[in-house]
């Protein structure tokens, strides 16, 4: 069974950091990816980033190049978003989940794994 815990999400001033953390189990594909995607209240939810599990390949929104990290501990089977120079817009419930196939990762259906949300709040 495919289990995924989010965590590190908090409130902090706009220009802050945070890492999120998502701890993961029972995830055995080597083609899947593990990603972070947030749903803010009155939108949509959107993929942030994700990480290829065979090769370490990444994405990110383009909200968030140059500002996020994803990055993964395989000894400690966790995947973190580290998070610079937050804005209120980044404000939201982050999700952590997990693709069988990371070649479909564009497509929100194709994640059928989901952790609970970690609400990140950045105040202006």
């Known amino acids: 069974e495919v289990q995924l815990q989010a965590s590190g999400g908090g409130l902090v001033q706009a220009g802050g950091s945070l890492r999120l953390s998502c701890a993961v189990s029972?995830?055995?594909?080597?083609?899947?990816?593990i990603g972070w995607f947030r749903q803010a209240p009155g939108k949509e939810r959107e993929g942030v980033s994700w990480?290829?599990?065979?090769?370490?390949?990444?994405y990110y929104v383009d909200s968030a190049k140059g500002r996020f990290t994803i990055s993964s501990d395989n000894a400690e089977k966790t995947v973190y978003l580290q998070m610079n120079s937050l804005k209120p817009e980044d404000t939201a419930v982050y999700y952590c989940a997990a693709t069988k196939n990371c070649r479909r990762a564009v497509l929100l259906r194709s994640w059928a794994y989901w952790g609970q949300g970690t609400l990140v709040t950045v105040s202006s």
């Open positions: 029972g995830f055995t594909f080597d083609d899947g990816a």
């Open positions: 990480i290829c599990s065979s090769d370490g390949n990444t």
